[in-house]
Structures are given as structure tokens and as C-alpha cells.
């Protein structure tokens, strides 16, 4: 199964403090919807199947709904990644027509303070949730992910929050790097005791314990193959949290840049002197996530675990 996560605008109306788009980047809707009802169809032959609508805010676009109906035109299965704060009655009509896999919404901390801290909006929490409410009242597939940072202390009590409400909830470790290496991204990445938090939590309401090591090292990494990121000016990258463009799409070289995009990604990755830890677990396997490169943060002497060499590159 092959997915695609579309980022149809770098425009946001929320402003995270660990948002890894740059602030100096180009804002601007992805253009030219012929164009995309090509790269849809030629992705769709080389059988991607699943799209995420994303950002950005993908409700600021002003032609989302057209968006979302080329994709359901190319057979996609589409996802929406949102904040949830612009969902109205409206929205939520066009929601139950498309009938979409989930429309994912993005939650910081069950407190609206500790919420609205990190948007730097206030109000962002009620409102996000307003929007989710009207999703589950109306019968539309919706959900919420939290991306765990460091310094949030309620996080963990969004899990009963969406229990009582019935809608799924998910939480993840990863905070990607920042495309323009702002520190305030790296401020919010958890440390050794924060990941280990986060997988004692993770596993007491889950069966995620990690079995075999191998299994979640690069080998199993399926960025530029079986996953793909295109941005709003058509550049193509190995997945969403990659930095590096393997180019633009022009019409017809969507095989070429997979291609390129795939072994940007393994060239980076064969940089790595200690990906082979059986620690790996307590960060991110993924060198995307990660500023390890060309030597630089890892432990020449003792090859430890990739947290401590992240942990000493950031610090």
C-alpha cells in the first residue's frame, strides 16, 4: 500500500512553536489544478492508493474542496490533516458527502492553557474541539493525533477525553527538525527520560513493544518507495519530514523523482555509524528526523544508542 501526503498550502492560521516549516518559507496554495489532476493520475499508475490533505492548514486553501474531489476522482483514499478550527456546518456537510478515511486533528494537551501555549493562538483548544464535535455528531470519520513535546505535562489525559467522546487518538514522539534549523523546534524534542515516558505510557494502553529491533532500523523505511511528500510548488520529497527535494514535478517524471528521492535517502542513511543499537527504539530510526549526518553527533568512541548522539548533537 502506497501513500501520498499532499501539502496543498504552507499557510497556517495557528502559529506551533515547534512547527518544523520554516517561517521564512515562500506561503502560497498549491496552483494549477490541472497539473495536480496529472501527478494524481501518474501516481495513481505507479499504484498509490492514499492521500493525506495536509499543510500547512489545508482548510485555507481556497480550492480544497476541489482538491479533495480530484482526488476522489483519481480513486484516492483520502485523509485530512487539520487543526480543526475552521470546521463549520458547511465543512462538515462536504465531510459526510466525501465520506473521508479520517479527518485527523491536531491536539497539544487536554489543558486549553497548555493548548493554546503552543498554537499561540488563544482560543485554538475550544475551537478545535467545537470543529471535532460537529465531525462525530454528523457521522464523519474523525480522530486526533498528538505529537508528544517535551515540557506539555497533559498530554496523557487527552486519552481519556477522546475516550469519553469516542473518537481515536493517537500520539507520536516524533517533533520533526525544522526545515530552517530554528532552535525552537529543538527545545520541544524529548530527551532519554521523555521517550522512555512516552513508550512506558504507550505500551501500559497498547501492545507496542518492540520485538525485533531490525524490524524498525531503515530496512523497514519505505520513504521514496512506498510513501511520498508533495509540496505546494510540486517539489517532491522521501516523506513529509524529509528536508531535501529530489525536484519538481513537471508532468511525467513522477518515476524519476521516487527514484531520486529514495536514494537522497539512502545515501544519508549509509552516513550513519550507529543505527544498529538495540536502544534504537527510544528515538526515531529514521535519519530524516534526525541531524546525524556526514558524522556529526555520533559518538566516535562508544557508538551508543541514537538518542545519546542526538541528544549530545542538540545540546
Known sequence: MKDISLEITDLCNEKCTH????????????????????????????????????????????????????????????????????????????????KPRTVEVSLYSADP???????????????????????????????????VLRGIRHWKELLPVMNELQIPWGCGKNIFSSFDDRVEVEQFKGDESHYLDFFEFINTHESQLIENVEDRCFGACG???????????????????????????????????LKKARKQLEERFAKLECHDCELVKYCNPCPAHMKIVDGVGICEQTKKEYVKAYLKFFS
Open 19 to 98: 512547527c518544523y516549516h520554516p517561517e521564512h518559507k515562500k506561503k502560497g496554495h498549491i496552483k494549477d489544478l490541472d497539473k495536480l489532476d496529472r501527478m494524481l493520475a501518474e501516481f495513481g499508475d505507479l499504484e498509490f492508493m492514499f492521500l493525506m490533505i495536509t499543510g500547512g492548514e489545508p482548510l485555507l486553501h481556497p480550492e480544497f474542496k476541489e482538491i479533495c474531489k480530484l482526488a476522489q476522482k483519481n480513486r484516492y483514499l483520502i485523509s485530512v490533516k487539520t487543526n480543526g478550527t475552521l470546521i463549520d456546518d458547511a465543512l462538515v456537510e462536504f465531510f459526510k458527502e466525501l
Open 113 to 147: 492553557q497548555e493548548h493554546d501555549l503552543i498554537t499561540q493562538i488563544p482560543g485554538s483548544f475550544e475551537k478545535s474541539m467545537n470543529g471535532l464535535k460537529k465531525l462525530k455528531k454528523a457521522g464523519v470519520k474523525c480522530s486526533v493525533m498528538t505529537p
Open 223 to 257: 520513504a521514496g518507495k512506498t510513501t511520498v511528500c508533495v509540496a505546494p510548488d510540486y517539489s517532491v520529497r522521501a516523506c513529509i519530514s524529509y528536508p531535501d527535494s529530489a525536484g519538481i514535478y513537471t508532468g511525467g517524471n513522477a518515476e524519476e523523482l
